[in-house]
């Protein structure tokens, strides 16, 4: 599925000069009744066939989705988006709206994240060669649509740069509305084994 242009403008422009988010009003019930994962592509030095590694946390109770998304966006601050190399970074997410789209078996979650980054670092940094680039969206998207849920955390994902619609880039795809088909499927296999590990554990 896909959103036309006017849509995806329609979708990024709706709250700008406004914060209505709380307001939000969720069409089925919340996907995310248990702990959510944080995803890192860090592996232990000799484990090659590694995929990363994932930490539960748990949902801030009865929150709105935004929230959610927020809790995860601090999260990445702090974690995978806290220094490259030696450097330190001060990348930030907000989420900017979750739009719910009307198809004719259900309404889709698509959520806007702005990723605030005034120094531009991530885009000589996070958003730059293949092997990296890759890493980069598999953390983007792994953390913000959560697809060892059914239904994900969220259906798709556009990714705003410093309030911008993001351009095209050499290594990194990032235009547009992302969804579970952009991501790794050996990352979104990972999650869902470590799920249902979870899930059988007494």
């Known amino acids: 599925w896909?959103?036309?242009?006017?849509?995806?403008a329609g979708l990024v422009g709706l709250q700008c000069g406004n914060d209505e988010r709380a307001a939000e009003s969720p069409p089925r019930k919340?996907?995310?009744p248990e702990s959510l994962f944080i995803?890192?592509?860090?592996?232990?030095?000799?484990?090659?066939?590694?995929?990363?590694?994932?930490?539960?946390?748990?949902?801030?109770?009865?929150?709105?989705?935004h929230l959610v998304l927020d809790t995860i966006?601090?999260?990445?601050?702090?974690?995978?988006?806290?220094?490259?190399?030696?450097?330190?970074?001060?990348?930030?997410?907000?989420?900017h709206v979750v739009e719910y789209i009307p198809?004719?078996?259900?309404?889709?979650?698509v959520g806007v994240i702005d990723i605030a980054?005034?120094?531009?670092?991530?885009?000589?940094?996070?958003?730059?060669?293949?092997?990296?680039?890759a890493r980069t969206k598999a953390v983007l998207l792994a953390n913000f649509l959560q697809p060892q849920f059914d239904p994900p955390l969220l259906d798709g994902v556009v990714f705003l740069y410093n309030g911008e619609?993001?351009?095209?880039?050499?290594?990194?795809?990032?235009?547009?509305?992302?969804?579970m088909d952009g991501l790794n499927?050996?990352?979104?296999?990972?999650?869902?084994?470590?799920?249902?590990a979870a899930a059988s554990i007494p």
């Open 73 to 95: 966006g601090k999260r990445l601050s702090r974690s995978f988006f806290a220094r490259y190399g030696n450097r330190s970074a001060d990348i930030g997410f907000r989420t």
């Open 2 to 8: 896909y959103l036309p242009a006017i849509a995806l």
């Open 103 to 109: 198809t004719p078996t259900q309404k889709l979650r």
């Open 30 to 32: 919340p996907a995310y």
């Open 117 to 133: 980054d005034t120094a531009r670092l991530a885009m000589r940094t996070f958003f730059q060669g293949s092997t990296g680039a």
């Open 185 to 196: 499927p050996r990352v979104t296999m990972f999650l869902r084994r470590n799920r249902q």
């Open 165 to 179: 619609l993001l351009e095209e880039m050499s290594h990194l795809d990032l235009e547009g509305i992302q969804t």
């Open 39 to 65: 995803y890192l592509p860090s592996c232990p030095s000799g484990q090659e066939r590694c995929v990363g590694s994932v930490t539960p946390f748990e949902a801030p109770a009865r929150a709105p989705l």
